[in-house]
């Protein structure tokens, strides 16, 4: 699997709920990075992380626009959308940067968007 | 030159302040949207929100830390600082991806930040 397949499967995995898939691609030292935020450093705090972000989500419908890579970086451009458990619909612009290790695990996710907008697309 | 080249020295025409050579690389119908606001559509719009922006702003330092290109696509992860004229130095953290065209030309130029973090930077 290149690293950019690695990314895309990595996304599928977020868009089936499957997320045992999901963490089984990150490294147990992942950094996880929304840039408007602290970074999560390790796995155990990203999944807490994401159990507490998912909450309110039915369903991520994560789509990327372009992915290119160059070596362990892969680059991404998504439209990261959420059905969530009030029927609502949230979509979120955003481009993350991937660095997938030796063992072709992801060791570093860092997302770029704009809170305010994340906070507006989110809110009740 | 690539397109990864294409970026890299349009970059390098932001920070040497030859605005001239920088424009000289961007297509006359260019779309140039920081996410968080209105798209930009055409040259000179751009040259007007470039004389705003940059009002302020001693000198650009941009710094490239990731680049990879998929066809006409070109993704960065950046650092841009700002030295100001007052001495403060701005930094922002960003991602951006350009699309360049058959001519060589920037046609798209997409940058994803957080709004409050470029508020924050730019303060007085």
Known sequence: MTPSEAVSTFVEHWNS???EAMYSMCAQDITWHNIPMEP???LAAMREAVDGFMEPVEKCEWE???IAANQDMVLTERTDAF???DGRRAALPVMGIFQINR???IAAWRDYFDM???QHEFAL
């Open 103 to 105: 063992e072709g695990k």
């Open 83 to 85: 059905l969530l458990k």
């Open 40 to 42: 999560i450093k390790g």
């Open 64 to 66: 990327i626009h372009a």
């Open 17 to 19: 709920g499957n997320l």
């Open 116 to 118: 305010a907008q994340f």
